[in-house]
Every structure is written in structure tokens, then in C-alpha cells.
């Protein structure tokens, strides 16, 4: 094993003190391999070493781009250490994307195969290592082989169980974990701890992607836990400072933890008792540090099991009692754990109560010294708030903010800005508290926290004349905080009128108190209080010469929005009438109810830093609320990553938004200008009777004949269309195109689906179609039942060009668009059939008249039958000028109904005779229908 | 799953360093990452956490003599973490007697080699001292 020549550079290395002498031995060494490998002719020890000393350099931190073809040829070797040296090669210095990868394949293959099983450890090391596609595809079926294998030895199993892991995190679609679950399960029971480690994670993964089908597991976990914990079965090398296979009891329990709790009570029990063991086992006096971490190790997942379970079980009481010991801990790794797992406790708990015990102890865990303590309490205190508690934590929170750490503020601001407003029960002591906040603060308040603030007060009357006060207060203090002079600008402009009575609130009072601080503000800012300024304008006429004075001089500013602005307000204050003014300054209405743009906030910042948990800091209705928001995005995500598969229809009328409308009013967005209509049902339902755009017959009724076309043009917009029609389904491709010159925003559309007719767009339309560039949306139909209205599409947008615009029109899907022709049926088996289906109620007939000046054209007729996917038979009715055709129409679930018909011209009078006969008399009602409107009218 | 192991000296050298896939953490941005951590990790005295947060990766950290054992992870039991930092090093002890500088330095291949053994691409293969010893020829 040793070299000598590697022993002296590493020694040169280090010898090295300074950076420039390190980089110029690392050269000359470099140099010196390179011309080696060019010579060629070395051994297998030659090359090992060299290799060796390449390997020392990149883990330096030195860029190495030669070697690897040496490390390819040392995998070849027949000696294991050379072997060895050139996989420890190839996973450093390759990746997965690396072309030379191919070169290795083979020689992994080959040694995965080999009797050897040391050899098959070092090629499942390469693969799970730096497996790729082309990997996963050609060795997956051998690393599955040697898993479940009888004849492997267990050190190569458990390889060979994680290797498979690495393949299926990278490439889910080669491996086919659904097949193999009996096999991999049974596998957990395997007596070697080190197998069933490595199963029980493979397990892992695959029950996370495939719940259903590894459902065994939880049985097979349990038995483990209990076998361990109970029948203390083990070999005894697993013992860990006292304590069996930490490792594995924690990875059992967490996997029952990605399960539902069990329905069957004796499981149940089993659990508990389990627990209990943990938890009793908690109880011995460790004998050393290891032995305290891996006891808590198991004790807390074991704790994070039981709250999963059930938070009001007797387990978890005694664990709130451990954990409120924990807390307060000398240890600070026991602390910082204690405080996680009480916020998941808390997260959880029905009641709060045991937690509240620990209140004090909490709140000092504010000012612990590690700053990760202190981010855990926070967030216990965040979730155990509740409206008994409320006041002390608030105020406890700002209190503390004051000397918090910079990095923490800006979520503590959020966090208290949420209770504040969640646990208020008297208004004045919200605004107190939000000013208060606000004012202390200062930088760290979010632009979300003052359009919330702003939102709460507009809303609610009670508090404006309280709000508008306690602002103008603030104001008036020397401080100069931003936020502060923009919420006091917009309640002011907005309620100042409410206080203008009482005294030190007169008008020039509050414009003088506003206007003090205009000159420090950003041009923002200032740009708001012009606006509050022209409200004042509108509000207190006595003022105006004060204000005017400002706006005048602003007319001169530099920055165009101030400018302009300026120059607006000054129009508008000095019109002649006061009518104009008033209409724009009219009482802001009230904002939309929605969620939270503050929790929406927090979420997001947890999202970016937190790993994934089961559950989110915030109380039980915010965990209720994320399972509820993850359901329904997970549906959502199943039905746009399976765009060829249809979803079931939903129970009621649903509608296919776009989606992305939804997303949108996640956003914050003070204004309320999104829509709301969309997401409310009730509005659908009304909606649904809204009259369609004019102007959009021509279109509809000539693509129900065609597969392709213009549906729809204005002077804006054009929509093109195009669709395929297979049986029950179709697919059509929507084109929109932007006329204009103007990009049009807030582009979305909004498609009509029922039960009968589902339509479901696979992704959601772009939100924003540039001038003159069209965006496409794709939709999926399918038939399930007879209809009869086709679907509308709802379209809104607003451009500079149009202003908001709204569109509603109908989609050409009728009843027909499911009707394959069929062309080869003879005389005989056509007048069989019709006199099998009958007359009334099957039959439909009409007698109507042609709506065409010029006469019935044979021809044109002709068209429209066949537009209508009939299949015309020629031959079959003696009079050659009668039609008669034949088709079936695909209805999904309600079957296929053959569908035959008869239309009869009579060219003198200008009269048709149109008969239609099918097994349903649905159909055949509505097959009249279509074709005598488009007869009537069309031809 | 373990992201990444890192074994640093008190001047914040890396000297062993094993990320496993998939990784967040870009191929040219892990040695500045690596300092980052490094320093923070030294920084941080007796009294505080050994398991704390570092730019949204859990971290586990214990410290040997002159040699700083760092392990990132996410989704897994943080006590487990520690614990397994405390077993990776028994198992060197014995393959490599005593676990300094040094010695991880002239037995780098070694050390992989072991690692590997304990950790297979961030999953922990085996718990078991004897058995974690490899075959070495």
C-alpha cells in the first residue's frame, strides 16, 4: 500500500507555507505526471501512484483535467489496490454527465458480475457515486440482482440497496420500484442490521413516492422497532454506547411517520407501547455524552412520532413533560432540539396548555446565547400564541426586537404583525401595537407590513378615526422612520377628515406634520404624499392654497413621476368645478378578503430556508390549512404533469381556470385588481348566463364543421383554433394574437367544464401576450355524457391600447365533433337498422324551410354533412338528390350511440325534409338540431 | 440524506470533503462554501449548538483536537448526525490509530474508503465498528 513517492510530495505540501510555493510544487508535480502518462509504458504501481498524487491535489482544491483515462485503465486491473485507487478516481474526478462515464460502464458491469464480491462493492461504490442515466439503464437490473439475491453476502446487499437508491433519486423512471415492493419489503426483515439499515432506507424513499404500494412497510418497521426495543433481539456488535442501532430505530421511526395513523386500535397500542419503551429507556442517567445523543436521538424522533399519532395521547403529555426539562437544559444541543420539537407539539396540540407551563422558560430562551436557540424560540413562541397569551408574548416579542439580531428582524417583524392582527380583540390595541411595531422596526418592516396595515384599516371603520390619530402623533415625533410617514400618508389622505375636529388635528395641522418630513422621504414616498395631498385638497378646501404652493413647485422636479404627478394634481385642484375632483378622490372601497399577504410572505421565507417538514411553526389551524393548500396542489400538479391522461370530472360544474389566476391572488397585490370571481363558485353560476360577445356566430358555427380556423377577431385580438377529435376525446389548440401595438397583461382565460363535457387545460395560458405575438393554450376534452351547450371561454385582459377587456365567446364543440363517420354500409343493413331504431320518441324529423335566396345547392349541402363528420352513403336512396348518412358517436361513459340520417331537398319549394334516428333520443334531438340551423342557414 | 462531509483544520483547510448527490451545493462554489462554513463552525465556542443552520442546510459539527468533523444534512435527526460524526471517527481510530491531521492526510485513499463504507452517497450504510472496516490488502 505504500508509496513512497506520494509520501514525500504530500510531506512536500505541507512543507510548504505559503500559497505560491504550494501552487509552484503543485506545477512542477503536474508537469512531471503529464509526461509520465505521455511516455506511456507504465505499471499498474506507476500509474496507481501518480493517480494517487492527482487525487491529493484535487482535494486541495486544485482543478485536475488529465488522469482520467489512467484511472479508467487502473478499474481494469486485476489487482485490488489498484482497482481500488482507480474507482476512488473515477467517483472523485468523474460526474454523471462526464462523457468518459461510457468508458466505465463495461468495467463496472463486468465487475459487478464477477465472483469476487469485494469487486462487486467497489463497482456499486462507482455507480452510487456518479450513476447517471446511461448507469441507471444499464446496471439497474444487476444492482437489483445482487439486492434480493439469496447468495449475496449482506455486505454487498446493503450496497447494493443503496446504490438502487441513488438511481431511482436520479432517474425514477428506469427503475421500476412499484415491481419490486414485495421483494425490497420482505427484505427489512433481514436478521443483519446493516442490510435491514440500508433496505429500511431505500424503503424510505420508495413508500414517499409510492405510499400506496409500500404500504407494507409500516407492518415490517413496527415488527423491527419491536424486535429491537422489546424482544432486545440484536447482535450485540450494534450496541452503540448502550444504546441498539440508534440509526436504524430513528429511520423506523420517521417512516411510520410518513403514514396516516393506523385505523386498527392493537396497532395502535403496539405504537404506544413501543413508545412508552423509548420513552422509559429515557429515563437511565447517561454514562456519557454519546450515550445522552443517541438516547435523544431516538427519544425525540420517538416524541415526533407520538405527536404525529396523536397530540393528546398520554404519551405525549409525559413528553411535554420531558420537554419542558429539556428546555431548560444546560445542554444547548438538548435545548435547541427541546424548543423544535415543543413548536411541533405546539404545531399540533389541541391544547396548549402543557406548553404554557413553560412560558417563562420560553421566553428566556429569547436571549440565549446561540443565535439558533433564539430563532427556535421565536418560532415556539410564534406557534404557541393563542388570544389568553397574546398580549404578554406580543410585547415580550417587541421588547426583544429591539435588540434582536439583524438577521432575525425582518421575520419577527412579520410574526408579530400576524399575531398582532390574528389575537387582536380591541382595535386601539391592533393600531398600537402595529405602530409601535412599525416605529421600532424601522428598516426591517416589509412593504407587506404597511399594505396590510393599510388594508385592516380601510376595512374596518371602527378603527380609522383611532388609526388616523394615533398616526398623526407619530408623526409629529422628531423620529424619521419611512414606513411610518407612508402609512401616516395614506390614512391620513384616506380618514384625515374623521379627526379634522379635534383639537391639534386640524387640517393645517396635519398637513404641516406630514409635510415636515416630505423633504427626507424617498421619491417614492414622495410620490405618495403628493397623492395624499391632493386627497387633503378634496377634503379640507381650506388648505388648498398650502397645498397648491407644493404641487407648483413639483411641477419643476426632475423625476417624471413626481413631475407628473405634480402637474395632474394641480390640473385637477384647479378646475373649475370640483366635480372631477371628487370623483377621483373618492373613499378608497373597501379591500377584498383574502389570505394574508403577511402569511403568504412568511410562508414563502420558510419555503427558501427550511428543509421539508410534515408540519409548519404557526398553530394548528396553519397546519390544517398547509395539508389542505399541499392536497390541492398536489392534485393540481397531478393533472398538469399528466397532460394524455384525463382526471375524472368533478362532482359539480367545475371551471378550468388557467391556473394561473390563482397564483396570481396569492400575490400580494394592495389594489385588489385581480379578479375575484374566478375563484368564488357562486359567481360561475351567474356568469354562466352572461351573454356572449357579439360577433362571435360566424366563427363558432363555421369551425363546428371545421377542424381548424379563425373562431374569434376583434381589433385587438384573434383567436385561432385548430383541434383533432379521436372517439370521446379531442384536443384543441387555442392561438391568441395580440393586434395591437400594446402588450396585453393580465391575460387569462377561463374554460367552461361540466360533467358531461370535461375541459382541462394541461398548463396554464402566459399572463402576458407582447404586442403583436400570439401565446397558444392547449386544451383536452373529453365526452362523457350527451351535452348539449358547447363550453365558453372567458377571456380578460387589459392593454394600454384597450383598457380592461372581457370577452366571452363559445368554443365549436358540439355533439358531433364525437361522431366517426362510417362510410361502407350498404342499402340493405342501412334501412335494416333504421327500421330497428324506429320512429318517435328515437326518430327527430323536421320540415324546414332554406334560408338561402338562391336555392338549395346540392353541393353546399354536401359540405355541411360532411363538415358534420357524417358519413354520406351514395346508392342507397333511390332519388339521387335525397342524402342519406351514417355515423357514431362516441359519448365516453354514456357508450357509443350509432346515429342515421335521412335529409330530404325539395329544390322547387326551397323546403328540406331532415330525419334523424338513433338508439338515444337525446342525440338524435340534438343532431337535428345542429344540422337545421347550419341547413337553415349555412348552405 | 447527508449532503456533504467535511473535515477541516483550525485554519480552515479542507482536508477530506465528500459531497453526495443531489446537491445544492454548485461544484464551484463548494470551496468558498467550504470556508464559509469552516470558519463559522470554528467560531462558534464550547457553550453553543453543535447543530444549527447554515444558509438552509442542517449542520452537525464536533470538534477533535485539531480537527474540525462538519456533516450537512437535511430531513434527518440532528442528535443521529452527531452521533454518527462521533462513530465515523471510532471507525478511523481503528483503521487509522490515531485520527489527526496527519494521519488523514497520508491515508486519504484510506479514509475514503472508510467513509464510503459508513456513508454510501449520503446514506448511512453501516453501524456496525467491525464491520465498517474495509477489506484493506
Same mark, same amino acid.
Given at each position: 500500500? $505504500?508509496?513512497?513517492?506520494?509520501?514525500?510530495?504530500?510531506?512536500?505540501?505541507?512543507?510548504?507555507?505559503?500559497?505560491?510555493?504550494?501552487?509552484?510544487?503543485?506545477?512542477?508535480?503536474?508537469?512531471?505526471?503529464?509526461?509520465?502518462? =505521455?511516455?506511456?509504458?507504465?505499471?499498474?504501481?506507476?500509474?496507481?501512484?501518480?493517480?494517487?498524487?492527482?487525487?491529493?491535489?484535487?482535494?486541495?482544491?486544485?482543478?485536475?483535467?488529465?488522469?482520467?483515462?489512467?484511472?479508467?485503465?487502473?478499474?481494469?486491473?486485476?489487482?485490488?489496490?489498484?482497482?481500488?485507487?482507480?474507482?476512488?478516481?473515477?467517483?472523485?474526478?468523474?460526474?454523471?454527465?462526464?462523457?468518459?462515464?461510457?468508458?466505465?460502464?463495461?468495467?463496472?458491469?463486468?465487475?459487478?458480475?464477477?465472483?469476487?464480491?469485494?469487486?462487486?462493492?467497489?463497482?456499486?461504490?462507482?455507480?452510487?457515486?456518479?450513476?447517471?442515466?446511461?448507469?441507471?439503464?444499464?446496471?439497474?437490473?444487476?444492482?437489483?440482482?445482487?439486492?434480493?439475491?439469496?447468495?449475496?453476502?449482506?455486505?454487498?446487499?446493503?450496497?447494493?440497496?443503496?446504490?438502487?437508491?441513488?438511481?431511482?433519486?436520479?432517474?425514477?423512471?428506469?427503475?421500476?420500484?412499484?415491481?419490486?415492493?414485495?421483494?425490497?419489503?420482505?427484505?427489512?426483515?433481514?436478521? +443483519?442490521?446493516?442490510?435491514?439499515?440500508?433496505?429500511?432506507?431505500?424503503?424510505?424513499? @420508495?413508500?414517499?413516492?409510492?405510499?400506496?404500494?409500500?404500504?407494507?412497510?409500516?407492518?415490517?418497521?413496527?415488527?423491527?422497532?419491536?424486535?429491537?426495543?422489546?424482544?432486545?433481539?440484536?447482535?450485540?456488535?450494534?450496541?452503540?454506547?448502550?444504546?441498539?442501532?440508534?440509526?436504524?430505530?430513528?429511520?423506523?421511526?420517521?417512516?411510520?411517520?410518513?403514514?396516516?395513523?393506523?385505523?386498527?386500535?392493537?396497532?395502535?397500542?403496539?405504537?404506544?407501547?413501543?413508545?412508552?419503551?423509548?420513552?422509559?429507556?429515557?429515563?437511565?442517567?447517561?454514562?456519557?455524552?454519546?450515550?445522552?445523543?443517541?438516547?435523544?436521538?431516538?427519544?425525540?424522533?420517538?416524541?415526533?412520532?407520538?405527536?404525529? %399519532?396523536?397530540?393528546?395521547?398520554?404519551?405525549?403529555?409525559?413528553?411535554?413533560?420531558?420537554?419542558?426539562?429539556?428546555?431548560?437544559?444546560?445542554?444547548?444541543?438538548?435545548?435547541?432540539?427541546?424548543?423544535?420539537?415543543?413548536?411541533?407539539?405546539?404545531?399540533?396540540? &389541541?391544547?396548549?396548555?402543557?406548553?404554557?407551563?413553560?412560558?417563562?422558560?420560553?421566553?428566556?430562551?429569547?436571549?440565549?446565547?446561540?443565535?439558533?436557540?433564539?430563532?427556535?424560540?421565536?418560532?415556539?413562541?410564534?406557534?404557541?400564541? +393563542?388570544?389568553?397569551?397574546?398580549?404578554?408574548?406580543?410585547?415580550?416579542?417587541?421588547?426583544?426586537?429591539?435588540?434582536?439580531?439583524?438577521?432575525?428582524?425582518?421575520?419577527?417583524?412579520?410574526?408579530?404583525?400576524?399575531?398582532?392582527?390574528?389575537?387582536?380583540?380591541?382595535?386601539?390595541?391592533?393600531?398600537?401595537?402595529?405602530?409601535?411595531?412599525?416605529?421600532?422596526?424601522?428598516?426591517?418592516?416589509?412593504?407587506?407590513?404597511? @399594505?396590510?396595515?393599510?388594508?385592516?384599516?380601510?376595512?374596518?371603520? +371602527?378603527?380609522?378615526?383611532?388609526?388616523?390619530?394615533?398616526?398623526?402623533?407619530?408623526?409629529?415625533?422628531?423620529?424619521?422612520?419611512?414606513?411610518?410617514?407612508?402609512? /401616516?400618508?395614506?390614512?391620513?389622505?384616506?380618514?384625515?377628515?374623521?379627526?379634522?375636529?379635534?383639537?391639534?388635528?386640524?387640517?393645517?395641522?396635519?398637513?404641516?406634520?406630514?409635510?415636515?418630513?416630505?423633504?427626507?422621504?424617498?421619491?417614492?414616498?414622495?410620490?405618495?404624499?403628493?397623492?395624499?395631498?391632493?386627497?387633503?385638497?378634496?377634503?379640507?378646501?381650506?388648505?388648498?392654497?398650502?397645498?397648491?404652493?407644493? @404641487?407648483?413647485?413639483?411641477?419643476?422636479?426632475?423625476?417624471?413621476?413626481?413631475?407628473?404627478?405634480?402637474?395632474?394634481?394641480?390640473?385637477?385642484?384647479?378646475?373649475?368645478? &370640483?366635480?372631477?375632483?371628487?370623483?377621483?378622490?373618492?373613499?378608497?372601497?373597501?379591500?377584498?378578503?383574502?389570505? $394574508?399577504?403577511?402569511?403568504?410572505?412568511?410562508?414563502?421565507?420558510?419555503?427558501?430556508?427550511?428543509?421539508?417538514?410534515?408540519?409548519?411553526?404557526?398553530?394548528?389551524?396553519?397546519?390544517?390549512?398547509?395539508?389542505?393548500?399541499?392536497?390541492?396542489?398536489?392534485?393540481?400538479?397531478?393533472?398538469?404533469?399528466?397532460?394524455?391522461?384525463?382526471?375524472?370530472?368533478?362532482?359539480?360544474?367545475?371551471?378550468?381556470?388557467?391556473?394561473?389566476?390563482?397564483?396570481?391572488?396569492?400575490?400580494?397585490?394592495?389594489?385588489?385588481?385581480?379578479? %375575484?370571481?374566478?375563484?368564488?363558485?357562486?359567481?360561475?353560476?351567474?356568469?354562466?348566463? &352572461?351573454?356572449?360577445?357579439?360577433?362571435?356566430?360566424?366563427?363558432?358555427?363555421? %369551425?363546428?364543421?371545421?377542424?381548424?380556423?379563425?373562431?374569434?377577431?376583434?381589433?385587438?385580438?384573434?383567436?385561432?383554433?385548430?383541434?383533432?377529435?379521436?372517439?370521446?376525446?379531442?384536443?384543441?389548440?387555442?392561438?391568441?394574437?395580440?393586434?395591437?401595438?400594446?402588450?396585453?397583461?393580465?391575460?387569462?382565460?377561463?374554460?367552461?367544464?361540466?360533467?358531461?363535457?370535461?375541459?382541462?387545460?394541461?398548463?396554464?395560458?402566459?399572463?402576458?401576450?407582447?404586442?403583436?405575438?400570439?401565446?397558444?393554450?392547449?386544451?383536452?376534452?373529453?365526452?362523457?355524457?350527451?351535452?348539449?351547450?358547447?363550453?365558453?371561454?372567458?377571456?380578460?385582459?387589459?392593454?394600454?391600447?384597450?383598457?380592461?377587456?372581457?370577452?366571452?365567446?363559445?368554443?365549436?364543440?358540439?355533439?358531433?365533433?364525437?361522431?366517426?363517420?362510417?362510410?361502407?354500409?350498404?342499402?340493405?343493413?342501412?334501412?335494416?337498422?333504421? =327500421?330497428?331504431?324506429?320512429?318517435?320518441?328515437?326518430?327527430?324529423?323536421?320540415?324546414?324551410?332554406?334560408?338561402?335566396?338562391? /336555392?338549395?345547392?346540392?353541393?353546399?349541402?354536401?359540405?355541411?354533412?360532411?363538415?358534420?363528420?357524417?358519413?354520406?352513403?351514395?346508392?342507397?336512396?333511390?332519388?339521387?338528390?335525397?342524402?342519406?348518412?351514417?355515423?357514431?358517436?362516441?359519448?365516453?361513459?354514456?357508450?357509443?350511440?350509432?346515429?342515421?340520417?335521412?335529409?330530404?331537398?325539395?329544390?322547387?319549394?326551397?323546403?328540406?325534409?331532415?330525419?334523424?334516428?338513433?338508439?338515444?333520443?337525446?342525440?338524435?334531438?340534438?343532431?337535428?338540431?345542429?344540422?337545421?340551423?347550419?341547413?337553415?342557414?349555412?348552405? | 440524506?447527508?449532503?456533504?462531509?467535511?473535515?477541516?483544520?483550525?485554519?480552515?483547510?479542507?482536508?477530506?470533503?465528500?459531497?453526495?448527490?443531489?446537491?445544492?451545493?454548485?461544484?464551484?462554489?463548494?470551496?468558498?462554501?467550504?470556508?464559509?462554513?469552516?470558519?463559522?463552525?470554528?467560531?462558534?465556542?464550547?457553550?453553543?449548538?453543535?447543530?444549527?443552520?447554515?444558509?438552509?442546510?442542517?449542520?452537525?459539527?464536533?470538534?477533535?483536537?485539531?480537527?474540525?468533523?462538519? !456533516?450537512?444534512?437535511?430531513?434527518?435527526?440532528?442528535?443521529?448526525?452527531?452521533?454518527?460524526?462521533?462513530?465515523?471517527?471510532?471507525? !478511523?481510530?481503528?483503521?487509522?490509530?490515531?485520527?489527526?491531521? !496527519?494521519?488523514?492526510?497520508?491515508?486519504?485513499?484510506?479514509?475514503?474508503?472508510?467513509?464510503?463504507?459508513?456513508?454510501?452517497?449520503?446514506?448511512?450504510?453501516?453501524?456496525?465498528?467491525?464491520?465498517?472496516?474495509?477489506?484493506?490488502?
Amino acid at each position: 500500500m $505504500s508509496m513512497r513517492g506520494l509520501t514525500v510530495f504530500i510531506a512536500d505540501i505541507r512543507n510548504c507555507r505559503v500559497r505560491e510555493l504550494e501552487e509552484k510544487r503543485i506545477n512542477k508535480e503536474m508537469a512531471n505526471i503529464r509526461s509520465k502518462f =505521455k511516455e506511456g509504458n507504465l505499471n499498474g504501481y506507476q500509474k496507481k501512484k501518480y493517480v494517487c498524487k492527482l487525487l491529493y491535489m484535487y482535494i486541495l482544491g486544485w482543478d485536475i483535467d488529465f488522469g482520467h483515462m489512467e484511472a479508467v485503465n487502473l478499474i481494469a486491473s486485476t489487482k485490488y489496490s489498484e482497482k481500488q485507487i482507480g474507482y476512488l478516481a473515477v467517483t472523485l474526478l468523474f460526474h454523471e454527465n462526464s462523457d468518459l462515464v461510457r468508458l466505465v460502464v463495461n468495467s463496472i458491469k463486468k465487475d459487478l458480475d464477477d465472483m469476487n464480491e469485494i469487486y462487486n462493492c467497489l463497482a456499486l461504490h462507482a455507480i452510487a457515486n456518479i450513476g447517471g442515466r446511461e448507469m441507471a439503464e444499464t446496471l439497474a437490473l444487476d444492482v437489483h440482482r445482487l439486492l434480493i439475491s439469496p447468495t449475496s453476502r449482506s455486505f454487498v446487499q446493503k450496497k447494493a440497496a443503496l446504490t438502487m437508491l441513488r438511481l431511482f433519486r436520479k432517474h425514477p423512471d428506469v427503475i421500476p420500484a412499484t415491481d419490486w415492493a414485495d421483494r425490497v419489503i420482505a427484505l427489512m426483515d433481514e436478521y +443483519d442490521l446493516g442490510v435491514a439499515l440500508s433496505v429500511t432506507t431505500l424503503v424510505m424513499a @420508495f413508500a414517499q413516492t409510492f405510499p400506496e404500494e409500500y404500504k407494507g412497510c409500516y407492518v415490517k418497521a413496527l415488527q423491527r422497532l419491536k424486535r429491537i426495543l422489546i424482544d432486545r433481539d440484536f447482535s450485540l456488535d450494534y450496541i452503540y454506547y448502550k444504546v441498539p442501532t440508534p440509526w436504524l430505530q430513528v429511520k423506523c421511526l420517521r417512516l411510520l411517520q410518513y403514514y396516516p395513523p393506523p385505523e386498527d386500535a392493537a396497532v395502535r397500542n403496539e405504537i404506544n407501547e413501543l413508545l412508552q419503551v423509548i420513552v422509559n429507556n429515557s429515563q437511565d442517567t447517561p454514562k456519557n455524552v454519546q450515550h445522552n445523543n443517541a438516547q435523544n436521538a431516538v427519544l425525540f424522533e420517538a416524541i415526533n412520532l407520538a405527536i404525529h %399519532l396523536d397530540s393528546n395521547s398520554q404519551i405525549c403529555m409525559q413528553a411535554a413533560v420531558l420537554l419542558g426539562r429539556f428546555i431548560s437544559s444546560k445542554e444547548t444541543n438538548v435545548r435547541y432540539l427541546g424548543l423544535e420539537t415543543m413548536a411541533h407539539l405546539a404545531a399540533c396540540a &389541541d391544547s396548549l396548555e402543557p406548553i404554557k407551563k413553560h412560558q417563562e422558560t420560553i421566553i428566556m430562551s429569547l436571549r440565549d446565547k446561540d443565535i439558533s436557540v433564539r430563532r427556535r424560540g421565536l418560532d415556539l413562541l410564534y406557534s404557541m400564541c +393563542d388570544t389568553s397569551n397574546s398580549k404578554v408574548i406580543i410585547s415580550e416579542l417587541l421588547r426583544y426586537l429591539q435588540i434582536a439580531d439583524y438577521t432575525l428582524r425582518e421575520e419577527m417583524v412579520l410574526k408579530i404583525a400576524i399575531l398582532t392582527e390574528k389575537f387582536a380583540t380591541a382595535y386601539s390595541w391592533y393600531v398600537d401595537i402595529i405602530l409601535q411595531l412599525i416605529s421600532t422596526a424601522g428598516d426591517h418592516v416589509g412593504e407587506e407590513v404597511w @399594505f396590510r396595515v393599510v388594508q385592516i384599516v380601510t376595512n374596518n371603520e +371602527d378603527l380609522q378615526e383611532y388609526a388616523a390619530k394615533t398616526v398623526l402623533n407619530y408623526l409629529r415625533s422628531p423620529q424619521y422612520n419611512e414606513t411610518m410617514i407612508k402609512v /401616516g400618508g395614506y390614512i391620513l389622505g384616506e380618514f384625515g377628515h374623521l379627526i379634522a375636529n379635534s383639537s391639534g388635528c386640524s387640517p393645517i395641522e396635519q398637513f404641516t406634520a406630514v409635510h415636515s418630513k416630505f423633504s427626507l422621504c424617498s421619491l417614492q414616498t414622495r410620490a405618495l404624499l403628493l397623492t395624499t395631498y391632493v386627497k387633503f385638497v378634496n377634503l379640507f378646501p381650506e388648505i388648498k392654497s398650502q397645498v397648491l404652493t407644493v @404641487f407648483n413647485q413639483y411641477r419643476h422636479v426632475l423625476d417624471s413621476e413626481l413631475q407628473q404627478r405634480a402637474c395632474e394634481y394641480m390640473a385637477i385642484s384647479t378646475l373649475p368645478t &370640483d366635480d372631477m375632483l371628487q370623483t377621483v378622490c373618492e373613499e378608497m372601497p373597501p379591500f377584498p378578503e383574502r389570505e $394574508s399577504t403577511l402569511v403568504i410572505k412568511l410562508n414563502q421565507k420558510q419555503g427558501d430556508t427550511e428543509d421539508k417538514r410534515v408540519w409548519v411553526i404557526g398553530g394548528k389551524e396553519a397546519n390544517l390549512e398547509r395539508r389542505e393548500s399541499m392536497k390541492a396542489r398536489m392534485s393540481s400538479i397531478d393533472s398538469i404533469s399528466t397532460p394524455t391522461s384525463f382526471t375524472a370530472p368533478e362532482p359539480r360544474p367545475a371551471t378550468t381556470t388557467n391556473g394561473n389566476s390563482h397564483m396570481m391572488s396569492a400575490e400580494p397585490d394592495l389594489l385588489g385588481l385581480d379578479d %375575484l370571481s374566478i375563484s368564488t363558485p357562486n359567481n360561475v353560476q351567474l356568469s354562466s348566463n &352572461d351573454v356572449p360577445t357579439p360577433g362571435f356566430e360566424p366563427g363558432y358555427h363555421k %369551425l363546428q364543421r371545421a377542424a381548424e380556423g379563425v373562431l374569434f377577431e376583434d381589433m385587438h385580438l384573434q383567436i385561432g383554433l385548430k383541434s383533432e377529435y379521436h372517439g370521446h376525446l379531442g384536443r384543441l389548440a387555442l392561438y391568441f394574437g395580440n393586434k395591437t401595438g400594446a402588450t396585453l397583461q393580465n391575460f387569462t382565460t377561463q374554460i367552461d367544464s361540466t360533467e358531461a363535457l370535461t375541459v382541462i387545460s394541461p398548463t396554464p395560458v402566459a399572463n402576458v401576450v407582447e404586442a403583436r405575438s400570439q401565446v397558444q393554450q392547449l386544451l383536452n376534452i373529453e365526452c362523457n355524457e350527451f351535452f348539449r351547450e358547447s363550453p365558453g371561454l372567458r377571456i380578460s385582459y387589459t392593454s394600454q391600447a384597450t383598457g380592461p377587456q372581457r370577452l366571452f365567446i363559445k368554443l365549436p364543440v358540439v355533439l358531433t365533433k364525437f361522431m366517426e363517420p362510417i362510410q361502407s354500409m350498404d342499402g340493405n343493413s342501412f334501412f335494416q337498422r333504421w =327500421k330497428q331504431i324506429g320512429g318517435a320518441p328515437r326518430e327527430s324529423q323536421v320540415v324546414f324551410k332554406s334560408g338561402s335566396q338562391s /336555392g338549395i345547392s346540392i353541393e353546399s349541402v354536401r359540405n355541411i354533412l360532411d363538415g358534420y363528420r357524417f358519413g354520406l352513403l351514395d346508392d342507397v336512396d333511390p332519388n339521387p338528390s335525397n342524402f342519406v348518412g351514417a355515423g357514431v358517436v362516441h359519448g365516453g361513459k354514456a357508450g357509443k350511440v350509432g346515429a342515421l340520417l335521412r335529409l330530404e331537398p325539395n329544390m322547387e319549394q326551397h323546403m328540406y325534409r331532415l330525419t334523424v334516428r338513433t338508439t338515444s333520443e337525446i342525440v338524435s334531438e340534438e343532431l337535428r338540431i345542429i344540422l337545421e340551423r347550419s341547413l337553415t342557414y349555412d348552405a | 440524506m447527508i449532503s456533504f462531509i467535511l473535515i477541516v483544520n483550525k485554519q480552515s483547510q479542507t482536508r477530506f470533503s465528500k459531497y453526495s448527490h443531489p446537491c445544492t451545493i454548485q461544484h464551484q462554489q463548494r470551496s468558498d462554501f467550504e470556508l464559509g462554513l469552516s470558519r463559522e463552525c470554528i467560531q462558534r465556542e464550547g457553550h453553543q449548538n453543535y447543530i444549527f443552520n447554515y444558509h438552509g442546510v442542517g449542520i452537525a459539527h464536533r470538534r477533535y483536537a485539531s480537527l474540525y468533523f462538519i !456533516l450537512g444534512f437535511a430531513d434527518e435527526n440532528p442528535f443521529a448526525m452527531l452521533e454518527l460524526i462521533q462513530f465515523c471517527v471510532e471507525c !478511523l481510530e481503528e483503521q487509522v490509530d490515531r485520527v489527526s491531521e !496527519l494521519d488523514i492526510l497520508f491515508n486519504l485513499d484510506k479514509v475514503h474508503v472508510i467513509m464510503d463504507e459508513i456513508i454510501l452517497n449520503g446514506m448511512l450504510v453501516e453501524s456496525n465498528r467491525k464491520r465498517a472496516a474495509p477489506q484493506m490488502t
